[in-house]
């Protein structure tokens, strides 16, 4: 039977600055630097011990465009290991890491294949199978049109694979480069698609298999879950995918409800609960609480009790480090009364959420030469949560 089995993964952004943390313990912010490494290490590991013919890696294998020396000698070392076991590497460079960069040039193995700016197709045969294999790397950041297009199935080949880093149209949440719709996709007639760019791993389609296996490792509060790849096997009769998680530390956002909550005490005891009840998965943790109907919020403030579980002893090994606690109250009451009551109120909450505003106020930053780099454009449901949380400590300050 002609069979042939690959990991498919993307998104590794190798070396990239985590952001959105505080006062995190120095060990905690050793643990997340390594983070991406670490994952990317277990997914080669995975490879060999699944004995794949090959890996595919769908794009932004580096952050940014720079490529830091640091991160293509560690990336090389993961590709010596897939050569010492006769495991081949198929990848495309996306927005993050194109290829008009400017960085230090250092050789992969010669198991290793980068597609070029050009869509092309690339031959990988074992005995009696044959693969096609189609991408290409961004020339460039902004990569705006039609790459689908491009696209042209091989007559010959047993099985066809369509590697593409790009935005799938009428989603939100990304840039919208190389953008194809679903109907594109099919009617390439290709095996799988292996797409990269979208965080969240996803499977669109199932017949042909259209797949993001999302990012590798969560860096931020966006990135929450578990983060890995996929291990698919090509057959004559069916296909078969199996996602693994590889990501050393997990963002977890948790939610919950503490009705009857009256004192200090039995909220401490409600939050520690919520938060033992993940050591059991014996992992190392991110969390972002997010408390609702908590009716002593005037006595008990969000930092303060952030202050007092961040004091707390953390383990190293399988850490648990609580980054944020957040009240969600029912303010809209509060609101609307305000606004009856004057035209003032109107226009001071008319104008938080104005979204061009917010753009507003963050163009210095965005403008900066130094922090611009770690920054990531906002989407419109980020500005509008950034919106609510103005217009929340606006009712704060009022009430």
Same mark, same amino acid.
């Given at each position: 039977?002609?069979?042939? &089995?690959?990991?498919?993964?993307?998104?590794?952004?190798?070396?990239?600055?985590?952001?959105?943390?505080?006062?995190?313990?120095?060990?905690?912010?050793?643990?997340?630097?390594? &983070?991406?490494? &670490? &994952? *990317?290490?277990?997914?080669?590991?995975?490879?060999?011990?699944?004995?794949?013919?090959?890996?595919?890696?769908?794009?932004?294998?580096?952050?940014?465009?720079?490529?830091?020396?640091?991160?293509?000698?560690?990336?090389?070392?993961?590709?010596?290991?897939?050569?010492?076991?006769?495991?081949?590497?198929?990848?495309?460079?996306?927005?993050?890491?194109?290829?008009?960069?400017?960085?230090?040039?250092?050789? *992969?193995?010669?198991?290793?294949?980068?597609?070029?700016?050009?869509?092309?197709?690339?031959?990988?045969?074992?005995?009696?199978?044959?693969?096609?294999?189609?991408?290409?790397?961004?020339?460039?950041?902004?990569?705006?049109?039609?790459?689908?297009?491009?696209?042209?199935?091989?007559?010959?080949?047993?099985?066809?694979?369509?590697?593409?880093?790009?935005?799938?149209?009428?989603?939100?949440?990304?840039?919208?480069?190389?953008?194809?719709?679903?109907?594109?996709?099919?009617?390439?007639?290709?095996?799988?698609?292996?797409?990269?760019?979208?965080?969240?791993?996803?499977?669109?389609?199932?017949?042909?298999?259209?797949?993001?296996?999302?990012?590798?490792?969560?860096?931020?509060?966006?990135?929450?879950?578990?983060?890995?790849?996929? *291990?698919?096997?090509?057959?004559?009769?069916?296909?078969?995918?199996?996602?693994?998680?590889?990501?050393?530390?997990?963002?977890?956002?948790?939610?919950?409800?503490?009705?009857?909550?009256?004192?200090?005490?039995?909220?401490?005891?409600?939050?520690?609960?919520?938060?033992?009840?993940?050591?059991?998965?014996?992992?190392?943790?991110?969390?972002?609480?997010?408390?609702?109907?908590?009716?002593?919020?005037?006595?008990?403030d969000e930092m303060e009790l952030l202050e007092i579980l961040q004091q707390e002893p953390v383990e190293e090994e399988e850490f648990i480090w609580v980054a944020s606690i957040?009240?969600?109250?029912?303010?809209?009451?509060?609101?609307d009364h305000l606004v009856n009551e004057s035209e003032f109120y109107k226009e001071l909450f008319a104008a938080a959420n104005n979204l061009q505003n917010v753009e507003k106020?963050?163009?210095?930053?965005?403008?900066?030469?130094?922090?611009?780099?770690?920054?990531?454009?906002?989407?419109?449901?980020?500005?509008?949560?950034?919106?609510?949380?103005?217009?929340?400590?606006?009712?704060?300050?009022?009430?």
């Open positions: 039977m002609k069979k042939v &089995s690959f990991i498919h993964c993307a998104d590794l952004h190798l070396d990239s600055p985590i952001t959105g943390l505080r006062n995190v313990p120095n060990f905690i912010v050793k643990r997340l630097q390594e &983070s991406t490494f &670490s &994952s *990317f290490s277990a997914i080669i590991d995975k490879a060999i011990a699944y004995k794949v013919d090959f890996i595919i890696i769908a794009g932004d294998i580096f952050d940014g465009e720079d490529r830091s020396i640091k991160a293509q000698i560690r990336f090389r070392k993961e590709m010596e290991r897939l050569h010492a076991h006769h495991i081949a590497a198929y990848i495309i460079h996306g927005n993050h890491d194109h290829l008009k960069g400017s960085w230090t040039k250092i050789v *992969f193995p010669d198991n290793v294949y980068v597609f070029p700016v050009e869509v092309t197709a690339k031959t990988y045969k074992k005995e009696n199978t044959t693969v096609e294999l189609y991408g290409f790397s961004y020339e460039a950041r902004h990569i705006m049109e039609r790459k689908i297009a491009d696209y042209k199935r091989k007559e010959t080949g047993d099985y066809h694979i369509g590697i593409l880093h790009g935005n799938l149209e009428g989603s939100s949440g990304h840039s919208p480069y190389a953008p194809f719709s679903m109907q594109e996709l099919t009617a390439k007639q290709m095996d799988y698609w292996a797409l990269g760019h979208i965080h969240k791993r996803a499977i669109l389609a199932d017949e042909p298999l259209i797949v993001y296996p999302g990012n590798i490792q969560g860096r931020h509060k966006k990135e929450t879950g578990e983060k890995g790849g996929y *291990f698919v096997q090509l057959n004559e009769i069916d296909t078969k995918i199996e996602f693994f998680s590889t990501a050393t530390i997990v963002w977890k956002n948790i939610i919950f409800d503490a009705t009857g909550i009256q004192t200090l005490d039995e909220l401490m005891l409600l939050v520690n609960q919520k938060v033992e009840g993940e050591r059991k998965a014996g992992r190392s943790f991110i969390l972002f609480l997010e408390i609702h109907q908590l009716m002593i919020t005037d006595s008990i957040k009240y969600k109250e029912n303010k809209r009451w509060i609101k106020a963050l163009d210095p930053l965005y403008g900066h030469p130094a922090a611009h780099r770690y920054l990531s454009e906002l989407t419109d449901e980020e500005k509008k949560e950034l919106a609510v949380e103005a217009e929340n400590i606006l009712i704060k300050l009022l009430n």
